[in-house]
Nanobody, 121 residues
């Protein structure tokens, strides 16, 4: 049905930057919400940033001013620009979307496979 594929993870030094990308493919009518979650070792999955279809954004307090979510709706792609990275940002990052595949079906949630980001010197 709908597949999400992340890219852009890796190892970065504290203070560095990375950009994650997520591409949605499949039977997509509309993407109502797109976003990013992360899960650090031994912790639960937390919202990092999200963007609604109208463009409104929401960020976790811990990343405000450092991370920016953006989207290219024509390409069903969204991004997470991460600046001033800290060791505590180390986690597996998952892209997420709420997608309508048909006018007759309620929106459903989809998640990517995750990409590891490690912030370490």
């Amino acid at each position: 049905q709908v597949q999400l594929e992340e890219s852009g993870g890796g190892l970065v030094q504290p203070g560095g930057s990375l950009r994650l990308s997520c591409v949605a493919s499949g039977s997509i009518l509309t993407i109502n919400t797109m976003g990013w979650y992360r899960q650090a070792p031994g912790k639960g999955r937390d919202l990092v940033a999200s963007m609604a279809n109208g463009g409104s954004t929401n960020y976790a307090d811990s990343v405000k001013g450092r991370f920016t979510i953006s989207a290219d709706n024509a390409k069903n792609t969204w991004y997470l620009q991460m600046n001033s990275l800290k060791p505590e940002d180390t986690a597996v990052y998952y892209c997420h979307a709420k997608v309508k595949t048909s006018y007759f079906v309620k929106e459903q949630s989809y998640r990517g496979q995750g990409t590891q980001i490690t912030v370490s010197s």
